[in-house]
């Protein structure tokens, strides 16, 4: 407030009048000291709007952020564009929220014309507009990262397109350069009978190494479908490419025995994140909204750590003493041309300049407003439970943790577990002793496998326990479910690890399990007499042909040989005159024919011997 005791004098001079004028406007326009931030939530019952007001109540360093909270259908590009209007001619200085596909551009649009900076922790956009703040880290080199680690070179991408394209794009051109063989399917439409048609597609096809590029609703959808086909078992692989692989439940992931692997952007065990998430639960702010504060999500923290981004530059703004209070109405968010802010351009730089400690670890932007020199963290879960393999950061990439096997060879891991060995009753292999009601767990079988077992779990170390298959059955797959009943049912479907027991190897086994070497070969084996050494005779080359057949061909020679000397001699054209000569009497006319009996049994020779002859017919 200004105000002077000239105000209140006879005002005489014109400089007066003029300074008296400037100072009653002054009086009269009241001054915001606190600057005020647009919050933009889907819903209010949303554990990230829970986060954003309890990150405002722990603000205790001025200027006090006021907040302007709407709750509205971010999917809606009309409601979103008459919201923002309101809230910019209200003169907020900054705003925080969440969009969808179908808005992004536009808010992206109104913030970079009006110079207002909008901070988001939704799914990053490829924009080169410096008002938006992502904080969000992008995922897509880690991902490469990580697939490039497993060494995959044929795999399934399911992503959904609300979240964009980015990630699917950086892929692809990877997939190029290094020869991968990427099926790329978009869920975005997809049904309950949609989800039951692609994974028998891809189980068709073979396909169980699969990441999944989707939000954390979708992707509990999409994980549920999984485990209802019983996609979960043993061989099946998964890549979450997700930023809070704790906020997933994989429970029947874990029973079942498929891998997942995935990244985790909160390490809620380190000293900064496990002190605010205590004070969190403990806050007022779970009194008045109905979220589940036993499962922190990760959007949580990165909204979170927004609200933290802007009392940090606010307050950097107020140390410079940079002036940036807005008085009055801020004018027409849709004027034609558009009028920027003129003090937005000092907050977008105090922004990007903000570098703390965070919730998700070191928070900070880069020209582009993009975060910059963060970690994430690589999760993996299996049949043992869930382990950080490693992380990824900028500068190393994914740098692999040190395994039990690299530390020394422990096998503790394997020890600390009891596995479960599927085999059937078959004489000699496994049975029933005779008084196998007195003895409990292993001790009740006996024979061959049985022993096996016990000499292959003494070898590596670890405890098993011996479960005889329910159907009675070795393992065959149904022509028309395609499911897989019998031993090799129980290892495709994560009900047992191993299996020992007489099962024959073949081709559609070897397809869905592994095999050792076998124990025991058997097959059919072709028995010949062992020739004897005999001198050859005179006549071995009869040897080939039985002698009944000889006398047939003897007999049909013969016979062709006798056939045509009868025609010849009864044939006019093979008659000839003889050719005397000069000066000899011609009186008489003896005729010839040259197939006698001996001329047509050499002709009959020459052709079975395939040679030439002299005469012909």
Known sequence: ??????????????????????????????????????????????????????????LTEPPKLLPQIDIVNISDSFEMTYRFCSQFSKGVYAIFGFYERRTVNMLTSFCGALHVCFITPSFPVDTSNQFVLQLRPELQDALISIIDHYKWQKFVYIYDADRGLSVLQKVLDTAAEKNWQVTAVNILTTTEEGYRMLFQDLEKKKERLVVVDCESERLNAILGQIIKLEKNGIGYHYILAN??????????FKESGANVTGFQLVNYTDTIPAKIMQQWKNSDARDHTRVDWKRPKYTSALTYDGVKVMAEAFQSLRRQRIDISRRGNAGDCLANPAVPWGQGIDIQRALQQVRFEGLTGNVQFNEKGRRTNYTLHVIEMKH???????????????????????????????????YIVTTILEDPYVMLKKNANQFEGNDRYEGYCVELAAEIAKHVGYSYRLEIVSDGKYGARDPDTKAWNGMVGELVYGRAEWAVAPLTITLVREEVIDFSKPFMSLGISIMIKKPQKSKPGVFSFLDPLAYEIWM?????Y??????????????????HSEEFEEGRDQTTSDQSNEFGIFNSLWFSLGAFMQQGCDISP
């Not at 047939?552 to 049909?556: R, S």
């Not at 013969?558 to 044939?571: A, P, Q």
Request: glycine share 6%; aromatic share 14%; charged share 15%.
């Open 1 to 58: 407030v200004c105000c002077s005791t000239h105000l209140f004098r006879p005002l005489q001079l014109a400089g007066d009048l003029e300074w008296s004028w400037s100072n009653l406007l002054c009086f009269l326009t009241p001054v915001k000291l606190h600057p005020e931030v647009w919050g933009l939530f889907p819903n209010q019952q949303s554990q990230e709007h829970a986060a954003f007001r309890f990150a405002l109540s722990q």
């Open 243 to 252: 930023l809070g692989f704790m906020d997933i439940d994989l429970n029947k």
């Open 384 to 418: 043992d439970g869930i382990r950080k393999i490693g992380y990824w950061n900028e500068d190393d990439k994914f740098v692999p943790a040190a395994t039990d096997a690299q530390a020394g060879g422990d096998n503790s891991s394997v020890q600390n577990r009891t």
């Open 552 to 556: 047939c061909i003897v007999f049909a």
């Open 558 to 575: 013969i016979g062709v040989s006798v056939v045509l000397f009868l025609v010849s001699r009864f044939s006019p054209y093979e008659w």
